[in-house]
C-alpha cells in the first residue's frame, strides 16, 4: 500500500514483488507517506515481511505483519518516539500472530510466522526495525551497505534455520538501529529470494544507473531469477529527497493561528469565550476566567504576554500546552478545553480549577502532618506517570505549577515546559537543550548541559517533598549556581529531620535518595520513591550518630569559630 503526500517531495521509493517460481508469493510489502502534521510528527514507514515456506498461512502473517505496522503505527500516540511506537506495535502483531500460530498447532503446516524488515523516516533519522533473515541495507559509493544481520543458526557449513521470526514466540526479541539522513541517501529492503541471488554491488550498480526507482526494482528482480533464484522475490528502494523541512509552528499551531491572542479589555470574546476576569499575570503570560457561551462552562484562558506574543520560542510553547494535554488523560493533570468554534488566535483553554496553589497551602500548613505530605506526593507522582507513559517530561514541577483542588485533588497545571520525545526527535530544533525549569527545583544534570530523564522529574517531586516538610531546599540556592561536575560534587544536602525534627529518618533518606546529585543514585521509579516515602524500606536500619562535622561541615565551623570566639573574649575579660 502507498500513499503519496501533495506536500514538498521527502522520499522516492520504487519497489516490486513476484512469486517466482512458487506458485504462491508469500511476501508482503508496503510503504505509507501521509500528509500534513503526521508527515512531521509521524514520518514515513515502509516495510516488507516474508512468510515461511514449510507453511500454508504465512502469506497471511506477511500481510498482517506490514498491514498492521502502517496502520498501527500511526494510530499510536505521536507523542512516542519511533522506536516505541515500533516496537510496541510490532510485538502486538507477533502476539496475534503467535496465538493463532498456537491455536492452530494441531493442524499441520499453519504457522502464522513470518519475516519483518521495516523503516520509519522521521525528522533526520531512518529508524530500523528488523526480525529474521530480509534485509535492509544501504547505498555506499558503488556498493550496499548491510544494516540489519540475519537471524540464523547454523547447522552446518551449507544449512542453517531461521531462529528469529514473528508469530514463533509470544515475545519477539526486535533489532533496532538509528540511521542518520542527509538528502540523497538511499536504503534498499529485499527478501532473501533477491539478496541471496544478487550481490550487493551488483544491486547499488543497477540502482545508480537508473533513474526510475521502480523500473530499478523490477531490473533486481529479473537478475535474481535469472540468477536462479528459485524463492519469492521482493525488493524496496527508498531514496530520501529532502529532509522535512515543516517549522514548530506550522505544525502545532496550524496557519489559522498566525496572530497571538490579546486581552485588551475586560469583558471581551474570543471564539465563543467571554472573558470575565483575570487570574494572575507574569511577564510570560496571562490567565483569565472565561465563559463558554455556548455551554455557560468555566474555564481558564491562557494568552501571551505582551512582550512574547511575536516571539517564535513562547509561541510555540504555549501551543504545545494544549497539544500535551489533549494527550493526556489523568485526574493529576489539568484537562484541556476543545473550542466550540474555529479557533482564530492562538491561546490555550483548559478546565478552571477552583482550589488554591500547592505554594498557597504551604503557607497555610507549616507543619503539616507526614500523612498530607504523603498523599499529595503521591497524588503528584501519579501524574508524572501519566506524562511517562506518553514519552513526557515535565521540567517544571514546583508548588506553583501544583494545584489541589476543593475536594483535594492534585493536578500539575502549566505544561509549557514540556518535552515530548516524539516531537524532538521529529523537530530537533525546537529542543534547545535550555533549563526551561525554575531553577532552584531543576535537576542538576540540566545546568550541565544534559537532557532530562525520567529521574529529572523525581528530583524536583523530591525537592517539593523537602520543602514541604521543612520549608527549606535541600541544598540552598546552591545546585542553580553549581554548574560543573567539580561544583556540583561539592553540594551538601541537609538532612530534613535537622530542619523538621519530626521527619522519621527512613523518611528523609527517602528524600535524600530522590534528590541525589547523581541521577543514577536516584530511585528507579516514582512508585519506589512513594513507597519509601509511607514505610521503612525492608532493609533499614537506623543509622549509627553522625558527627556535626559530616552532616553539616558549614554550620561545625560556624559553631566552633563563635566558640573560639566566645573563649577569647572570655580569656581577655578576665586579666
Known amino acids: 500500500m502507498l500513499n503519496s503526500s501533495k506536500s514538498k517531495r521527502v522520499v522516492t521509493i520504487g519497489q516490486h514483488s513476484e512469486s517466482g517460481p512458487k506458485p504462491v508469493n508469500q511476501d508482503f510489502h508496503g510503504a505509507l507517506i501521509p500528509e500534513g502534521p503526521e508527515l512531521a510528527l509521524k514520518g514515513i514507514a515502509v516495510a516488507l515481511a516474508d512468510g515461511i515456506s514449510s507453511s500454508k498461512v504465512s502469506q497471511i502473517a506477511a500481510e498482517i505483519a506490514v498491514k498492521s505496522l502502517l496502520t498501527d503505527y500511526y494510530c499510536a500516540s505521536d507523542a512516542w518516539t519511533a522506536k516505541t511506537a515500533g516496537e510496541r506495535v510490532i510485538r502486538a502483531a507477533n502476539a496475534w500472530l503467535h496465538a493463532e500460530s498456537h491455536r492452530n498447532r494441531l493442524q499441520g503446516n499453519m504457522g502464522y510466522i513470518c519475516t519483518l524488515s521495516a523503516m520509519v523516516i522521521k525528522g533526520r533519522s531512518a529508524h530500523i526495525f528488523h526480525v529474521g533473515d530480509s534485509r535492509i541495507f544501504q547505498l555506499a559509493g558503488e556498493n550496499l551497505e548491510q544494516l540489519t544481520r540475519d537471524h540464523h543458526f547454523a547447522i552446518s557449513t551449507t544449512e542453517s534455520y531461521l531462529n528469529r521470526a514473528l508469530g514463533v514466540d509470544p515475545e519477539v526479541e526486535i533489532d533496532y538501529l538509528a540511521v542518520d539522513l542527509k538528502a540523497g541517501d538511499v536504503f534498499v529492503l529485499s527478501t532473501d529470494g533477491v539478496h541471496e541471488f544478487i550481490t550487493p554491488r551488483d544491486m547499488a550498480a543497477i540502482i545508480s544507473s537508473s533513474d526510475d526507482l521502480d523500473v530499478a526494482a523490477r531490473l533486481i528482480i529479473a537478475r535474481a531469477l535469472a540468477n536462479g533464484s528459485d524463492d519469492n522475490v521482493t525488493v524496496q528502494i527508498v531514496r530520501v529527497d529532502n529532509l522535512p523541512s515543516e517549522s514548530a509552528q506550522e505544525i502545532l499551531l496550524g496557519a489559522d493561528q498566525a496572530k497571538a491572542a490579546e486581552v485588551s479589555v475586560i469583558p471581551c470574546d474570543i471564539d465563543g469565550f467571554r472573558v470575565v476576569r483575570e487570574i494572575h499575570a507574569t511577564n510570560r503570560s496571562e490567565v483569565y476566567v472565561a465563559i463558554d457561551i455556548d455551554t455557560g462552562e468555566h474555564v481558564a484562558l491562557k494568552v501571551l504576554a505582551p512582550g512574547l506574543r511575536d516571539n517564535a520560542d513562547a509561541r510555540r510553547r504555549l ?257
Open 319 to 575: 501551543a504545545m500546552e494544549e497539544w500535551v494535554a489533549r494527550r493526556l488523560n489523568s485526574p493529576h493533570v489539568v484537562r484541556a478545553v476543545r473550542p466550540h468554534s474555529q479557533r482564530h488566535s492562538l491561546y490555550t483553554v483548559s478546565e478552571l480549577i477552583e482550589g488554591q496553589t500547592l505554594r498557597q497551602w504551604m503557607n497555610d500548613n507549616s507543619h503539616p502532618s507526614l500523612g498530607a505530605v504523603r498523599d499529595i506526593v503521591e497524588q503528584i507522582a501519579k501524574g508524572l506517570r501519566a506524562f511517562q507513559r506518553k514519552e513526557m517530561l515535565h521540567q517544571d514541577i514546583r508548588p506553583e505549577n501544583i494545584m489541589i483542588d476543593k475536594t483535594g485533588t492534585v493536578k500539575i497545571i502549566d505544561l509549557g515546559s514540556v518535552r515530548v520525545a516524539g516531537v524532538s526527535e521529529a523537530l530537533p530544533a525546537t529542543d534547545t537543550g535550555d533549563v526551561l525549569g525554575t531553577f532552584q527545583y531543576a535537576a542538576p544534570e540540566y545546568f550541565l548541559g544534559y537532557p532530562g530523564t525520567e529521574k529529572s522529574d523525581l528530583y524536583s517531586l523530591g525537592v517539593v517533598a523537602y520543602e514541604m516538610l521543612t520549608g527549606w531546599l535541600p541544598y540552598g540556592d546552591g545546585v542553580a549556581r553549581a554548574k560543573t561536575p567539580k561544583a556540583q560534587a561539592a553540594l551538601i544536602y541537609t538532612s530534613a529531620c535537622e530542619n523538621a525534627p519530626g521527619v522519621p529518618e527512613w523518611m528523609d533518606l527517602a528524600i535524600r535518595k530522590a534528590v541525589s546529585i547523581d541521577p543514577a543514585d536516584r530511585h528507579e521509579a516514582l512508585s519506589e520513591f512513594v513507597t519509601n516515602l509511607g514505610q521503612p524500606p525492608d532493609n533499614y536500619k537506623r543509622p549509627a550518630f553522625t558527627p556535626l562535622v559530616e552532616r553539616n561541615p558549614l554550620l561545625f565551623w560556624k559553631v566552633l569559630s563563635i566558640g573560639l570566639f566566645l573563649t577569647v573574649i572570655g580569656l581577655l575579660a578576665t586579666r
